[in-house]
């Protein structure tokens, strides 16, 4: 029965709860052989938390670079050690209200290519340590920084002093600093107050499940999204019978069709007959086959 249970559960994480204590709730309800998520949401954070059961764990690598979309509001007037609303006060000032279209303009600097300063409280490792952990010891360092994308931002509504946003960007964007660097430019400074993740890649809103939906075994199997169902923007590949075995073995098989229609270093997911996944490919134009990447275990 565990390994009829390979796919993702698109859960959405409510406030409250780690990214950990979802997998800590779902091994609660049946032992998997792998199981795992993609993008860490903070705790106070709710939406998309892709979580990978059994042999899906093997397709983590290739979800976790997908476009993130959010919703968040931002407290203006205050700023937090955390750089969110569960962290410690350090500074709180009463603020008039702005005009809609500064705050317009402000977010609007924010699209394109940015570099972050990453969080202090984060689960980024610096010298062999997450930067939470140092700073709840006390230590001040400097933090790394990171270049992400907004691809795109919009002022969803203003109601003083909360800046409801709505953000696409790359992996690894952190709301929290965009929130913090954006009361600085206004002069005021700003905390985030809510995040609601509402796209993770392929994965969206309406394919969420509640968690508290899930409680046996029925319930995980009706909100399972198969392997097959994912990686939808791939090109898929029908494997021969007989060209399966040499793909379990690790031997390369015969590029199908015309290789001029493929890129080399191309990605492509492998199906049986039966249409059922059985591993991942990268096609090389060089000797005109397909090698294995990761091998699916049905």
Known sequence: MTHSMNGFLIIDKPSGMSSYDVIRKLKRIRPFTKIGYIGTLDRNATGILPVALNEGAKLIAFLEDGLKAYKASFLLGTTTDTLDIEGTVLTAVDTEEYDRTVLDEILQRFRGKITQQIPMYSAKRVKKKPLYKWARAGV??????????IFDITLLDYTHPYVNIEVTCSKGTYIRTLAHDFGNILGCGATLYTLKRTRHGEFFEEMCID??????????????????NVLKSIKETVVEAPFEKYLKQGMPIPLPGNSKEWVHGEITKLLDTKEALIGIGMADTLSKTIKIKRLINN
């Open 140 to 149: 001040a360092m400097e933090t790394p920084q990171k270049d992400v994308e």
């Open 211 to 228: 968690l508290e939906k899930i409680n046996n075994d029925q319930d995980l199997l009706n909100s399972l999204v198969s392997l097959k």
